[in-house]
């Protein structure tokens, strides 16, 4: 920090979307201003070269430096709130220039919009604390009164756990696949969660008691319902903070700034939580972390995955990778030794009886798609509680066809597919959601439909005439329900929609297991492998699990319990074909020009090579770039000064104008995890 009587300069990361603003700009910070002016804290700077005022945070505050001109200087300091924390900002800057991206683009992911009422409230809490604490010579900021107390993590080796959090260790935890209750909070009823819940509830407790805060990150909402049960069970409400990206504007800033003092807290949410402020880091953990929820749609399109890797590389925290059945990804890590396994010290395998061939002899349970032995199994659970049953789609019919000739029926605005959501519902489309009300079919002028295939609806009428009596519970996207009671009940629910069942389920059906293997994806296999392990684990102890329609690699990986047997054949398949994760990749696109210029500018690399590029839909083109590990570095380098260079080029137009500087004509992404996938 420089002397109080040398002129200071700050150095301020502009929140611009522009790739050739991504860097730091100084700023001359006048006298008036100096005691405000610290890192972290948001301001206002002139653009000169485009005669306006921007937004910005300080980074660094620095000496006038050998700089012989004169700078400007700051507009106004916005807030002394400090919000940009230093171990943020250093992660956005390693993460963008990874992925060939801006690091205002991460910030902006990062630092919640500023909410007035909600941060001067807290400067106010802030301002008294510290007054009270120099009264008392204590903390200058209030500090939550909760005591934590480090409990053990059930099933696993705590030493082994208290190993990695003391050092920094990386591990790929196989979490134990049943439902377990605890307590609620406050004396309530209790409830019950996912095993891994309690696995990484527990694993916080021990790094906060050591010092260190735990960010904790779960695809979705159901999650977060169930980890935030488990953590209410074994720590102080004042320890456990909510950061989402789904939460109100108030409250998520609100959270941002709770995690900006020095007291270790358990820090909850989805993707976006892993760029919570925390100095302190102790561990960071990530439940099913090959959810595709896990993966950001906001450039630079940063994975969770990533970012937790890069965060423990400058941190030395250490990071957990949870889940029932592991990502290729992290299954590359384990096979480098970049990660150590850890199993449960009594695994007890659930019980998964696959049928491929099967067919049912009962003409209603063949009409609701489940043959004999699922039939007989479910109907016997039936009478001790509810059965689980898994299915492909939502909706009532999630295609729809043209009945004289057989064409897909779609959308005549937009060219989705037709969709029945209800037995009774008008048509509509699955892209645009536009009602088919004057349909007919654009090859034969038919405009008649009949149904492809069953969704949860229709499941659910064919399943309730093959068990006449039984009460029937829908879960998906339109209806969520986040938990069912012990009561027998036939619960049909979509992939990742599943409630958990008090005690678990009795039984488990997993349907239309062949049309979901049969989805044209790169990623197939282990999606399926996923989806069907996390419900396998919501039954209960001894429950036998249904596997319908399935058979081959991925039905014995299930019924073994095996599932990294089948995610090591498929990373060495992917080895000799150069699939991801194997390599990484980076799609490309742009008009042909920028794009052949990009592809030019990494060819002399080592080990790349390049696939296409293709037409796109929008009239551009797409190549896909494939390259070692090692050479990443190099390849985002040079794919960035592309990204820059057409950013920048001004286009004449007739007459001799010039064209204004606008947003990049060509856009990059890097590990692309829908790169090779003809559907999504």
Same mark, same amino acid.
């Given at each position: 920090?420089?002397?109080?009587?040398?002129?200071?300069?700050?150095?301020v990361?502009i929140?611009s979307?522009?790739?050739q603003?991504?860097?730091?700009?100084?700023?001359?910070?006048?006298?008036a201003?100096?005691?405000?002016a610290?890192? !972290?804290?948001?301001?206002?700077?002139?653009?000169?070269?485009?005669?306006?005022?921007?937004?910005?945070?300080?980074?660094?505050?620095?000496g006038?430096?050998e700089?012989?001109?004169t700078?400007s200087?700051?507009e106004?300091?916005?807030s002394?709130?400090?919000?940009?924390s230093?171990?943020?900002?250093?992660?956005?800057?390693?993460?963008?220039?990874?992925?060939?991206?801006?690091?205002?683009?991460?910030v902006?992911l990062?630092?919640?919009?500023r909410q007035?009422?909600?941060?001067?409230?807290w400067?106010?809490?802030?301002?008294?604390?510290?007054?009270?604490?120099?009264?008392?010579?204590?903390?200058?900021?209030?500090?939550?009164?909760?005591?934590?107390?480090?409990r053990?993590?059930?099933?696993?080796?705590?030493?082994r756990?208290d190993?990695?959090?003391?050092?920094?260790?990386r591990?790929a935890?196989?979490?134990?696949?049943?439902?377990?209750e605890?307590?609620a909070?406050?004396?309530?009823?209790?409830?019950?969660?996912?095993?891994?819940a309690t696995?990484?509830?527990?694993?916080?407790?021990?790094?906060?008691?050591?010092?260190?805060?735990?960010i904790?990150?779960?695809?979705?909402?159901?999650?977060q319902?169930?980890?935030?049960?488990?953590?209410?069970?074994v720590?102080?409400?004042?320890?456990?903070?909510?950061?989402?990206?789904?939460?109100?504007?108030?409250d998520?800033?609100r959270?941002?700034?709770?995690?900006?003092?020095?007291?270790?807290?358990?820090?909850?949410g989805?993707?976006s939580?892993?760029?919570?402020?925390?100095?302190?880091l102790g561990?960071?953990?990530?439940?099913?972390?090959?959810?595709p929820?896990?993966t950001e749609?906001?450039?630079?399109?940063?994975?969770?995955?990533d970012?937790?890797?890069?965060?423990?590389?400058?941190?030395?925290?250490?990071?957990f990778?949870?889940?029932?059945?592991?990502s290729?990804?992290?299954?590359?890590l384990?096979?480098?030794?970049?990660?150590?396994?850890?199993?449960?010290?009594?695994?007890?395998?659930?019980? *998964?009886?696959?049928?491929?061939?099967?067919?049912s002899?009962?003409?209603?349970?063949?009409?609701?798609?489940?043959?004999?032995?699922?039939?007989?199994?479910?109907?016997?659970?039936?009478?001790? !509680?509810?059965?689980?049953?898994?299915?492909?789609?939502?909706?009532?019919?999630p295609r729809?066809?043209?009945?004289?000739?057989?064409?897909?029926?779609?959308?005549q605005?937009?060219?989705?597919?037709l969709r029945?959501?209800?037995?009774?519902?008008?048509?509509?489309?699955?892209?645009?959601?536009?009602?088919?009300t004057?349909?007919?079919?654009?090859?034969?002028?038919?405009?008649?439909?009949?149904?492809?295939?069953?969704?949860?609806g229709?499941?659910?009428?064919?399943?309730?005439?093959?068990?006449?009596? *039984?009460?029937?519970?829908?879960?998906?996207?339109?209806?969520?329900?986040?938990?069912?009671d012990?009561?027998?009940?036939?619960?049909?629910?979509?992939r990742?929609?599943?409630p958990?069942?008090?005690g678990g389920?009795r039984?488990?059906?997993?349907?239309?297991?062949?049309?979901?293997?049969?989805?044209?994806?790169l990623? *197939?296999?282990?999606?399926?492998?996923?989806?069907w392990?996390?419900?396998?684990?919501l039954?209960?102890?001894?429950?036998?699990t249904?596997?319908?329609?399935?058979?081959?690699?991925?039905?014995?990986?299930?019924?073994?319990?095996?599932?990294?047997?089948?995610?090591?054949?498929e990373?060495?398949?992917?080895?000799?074909?150069?699939?991801?994760p194997?390599v990484?990749v980076a799609?490309?696109?742009g008009?042909?020009?920028?794009?052949q210029?990009?592809?030019?500018?990494?060819?002399?690399?080592?080990?790349?090579?390049?696939?296409?590029? *293709?037409?796109t839909p929008?009239?551009?083109?797409?190549?896909?770039?494939?390259?070692?590990?090692?050479? !990443?570095?190099?390849?985002?380098?040079g794919?960035?000064?592309?990204?820059?260079?057409?950013?920048?080029?001004?286009?004449?137009?007739? !007459?001799?104008?010039?064209?204004?500087?606008?947003?990049?004509?060509?856009?990059?992404?890097?590990?692309?995890?829908?790169?090779f996938?003809?559907?999504?």
């Open positions: 920090m420089p002397g109080r009587d040398t002129p200071r300069v700050a150095r990361l929140d979307p522009l790739p603003l991504d860097r730091l700009f100084d700023y001359s910070i006048p006298s201003m100096v005691a405000d610290q890192p !972290g804290v948001r301001v206002r700077v002139p653009l000169r070269s485009m005669g306006r005022i921007a937004d910005g945070f300080i980074v660094e505050v620095t006038a430096g700089f012989a001109g700078l200087e700051l106004t300091v916005v002394t709130a400090r919000v940009l230093p171990e943020v900002w250093m992660l956005a800057r390693r993460l963008a220039d990874r992925a060939a991206g801006s690091a205002s683009d991460i902006r990062a630092v919640p919009k007035v009422r909600v941060e001067k409230a400067l106010l809490d802030a301002s008294a604390s510290a007054s009270a604490g120099a009264s008392a010579n204590t903390s200058a900021r209030a500090e939550p009164s909760g005591v934590v107390v480090a053990p993590v059930p099933g696993f080796d705590t030493d756990i190993l990695a959090l003391a050092t920094g260790g591990l935890v196989d979490a134990v696949p049943r439902v377990v605890v307590p909070a406050g004396g309530g009823a209790p409830r019950w969660v996912g095993h891994w696995t990484m509830a527990a694993s916080a407790t021990r790094a906060l008691a050591a010092g260190g805060s735990a904790l990150a779960v695809p979705d909402y159901r999650d319902e169930q980890l935030v049960t488990a953590l209410r069970a720590l102080p409400a004042d320890r456990i903070v909510h950061l989402d990206a789904r939460q109100s504007n108030p998520r800033y959270a941002l700034l709770s995690c900006l003092g020095d007291t270790p807290l358990a820090i909850v989805n993707r939580v892993l760029y919570a402020p925390a100095a302190r561990l960071m953990a990530i439940w099913d972390e090959g959810d929820l896990h749609p906001l450039s630079p399109y940063v994975h969770a995955r970012i937790a890797l890069v965060r423990q590389e400058l941190q030395g925290s250490a990071l990778f949870l889940s029932h059945a592991r290729t990804e992290v299954e590359r384990v096979e480098v030794g970049w990660l150590d396994e850890l199993t449960a010290v009594r695994a007890v395998p659930p019980k *998964v009886l696959p049928t491929a061939q099967q067919q002899q009962d003409r209603l349970a063949a009409q609701a798609r489940i043959p004999s032995s699922a039939w007989r199994e479910a109907r016997a659970a039936l009478e001790h !509680g509810p059965v689980l049953v898994q299915v492909a789609r939502p909706g009532y019919a729809l066809a043209c009945a004289s000739c057989g064409t897909t029926a779609r959308c605005r937009c060219e989705g597919p029945l959501k209800t037995a009774r519902s008008t048509p509509s489309c699955s892209w645009c959601g536009k009602l088919a004057d349909w007919s079919c654009a090859n034969c002028a038919g405009t008649a439909f009949r149904m492809i295939g069953q969704g949860t229709r499941t659910a009428e064919d399943l309730g005439r093959a068990f006449p009596g *039984v009460r029937i519970i829908i879960a998906d996207g339109d209806r969520p329900i986040l938990s069912v012990a009561e027998p009940a036939l619960v049909i629910a979509t990742g929609a599943e958990i069942a008090a389920y039984a488990v059906l997993l349907l239309d297991g062949e049309r979901m293997v049969a989805r044209e994806s990623r *197939v296999g282990e999606d399926c492998l996923r989806w392990a996390n419900a396998i684990a039954a209960a102890p001894g429950a036998t249904v596997l319908v329609g399935v058979g081959g690699a991925l039905a014995s990986a299930l019924a073994t319990w095996r599932r990294a047997d089948y995610l090591r054949s990373l060495a398949d992917r080895r000799t074909l150069r699939f991801p194997a990484r799609t490309v696109t008009t042909s020009e920028t794009v210029a990009a592809v030019d500018a990494i060819h002399t690399i080592d080990r790349v090579d390049v696939l296409g590029p *293709v037409e929008d009239g551009g083109v797409r190549a896909i770039v494939r390259f070692d590990y090692g050479e !990443g570095a190099a390849v985002a380098s794919l960035r000064a592309e990204v820059i260079r057409a950013a920048t080029s001004r286009r004449k137009r007739p !007459g001799g104008a010039t064209g204004r500087v606008g947003l990049p004509t060509l856009r990059v992404r890097f590990d692309d995890a829908l790169s996938d003809s559907s999504e």
